[in-house]
């Protein structure tokens, strides 16, 4: 099992940055693919951002914060980094780190296997 807790949320003006930190821990703490989720009251989660990889140079993003929001990984630390900037209102959500066990990029939620417990962002207008 692995167990994602999540870090870094919390309220910014519209244009602001934030970052979002995601540790793994547990027996089998180094999963493959890492990824970043967000949700809205009465709306499905939405896939924000993946890694797949150990080197980190396969990434993916959705559209809507396509150069806008960078994500990375320390193996080492276990943990996976969402760097947001450019923030706007819309971005306003709870954030889920996410994991499976293999690599391969399926922006699904249901491809993922273990998940964090959310972390607010808050983007005011």
């Known amino acids: 099992q692995v167990q994602l807790v999540e870090s870094g949320g919390g309220l910014v003006q519209a244009g602001g940055s934030l970052s979002l930190s995601c540790a793994a821990s547990?027996?089998?703490?180094?999963?493959?693919?890492m990824g970043w989720f967000r949700q809205v009251p009465g709306k499905e989660r939405e896939f924000v951002a993946t890694?797949?990889?150990?080197?980190?140079?396969?990434?993916y993003y959705a559209d809507s914060v396509k150069g806008r929001f960078t994500i990375s990984r320390d193996n080492a630390k276990k943990t996976v980094y969402l760097q947001m900037s450019s923030l706007k209102p819309e971005d306003t959500a709870v954030y889920y780190c996410?994991?499976?066990?293999?690599?391969?990029?399926?922006?699904?939620?249901?491809?993922?296997?273990?998940w964090g417990q959310g972390t607010q962002v808050t983007v005011s207008s």
């Open positions: 890694i797949i990889n150990w080197s980190g140079s396969s990434k």
């Open positions: 996410a994991a499976k066990d293999y690599s391969s990029f399926d922006p699904t939620s249901n491809s993922y296997d273990y």
């Open positions: 547990g027996r089998r703490a180094s999963p493959y693919a």
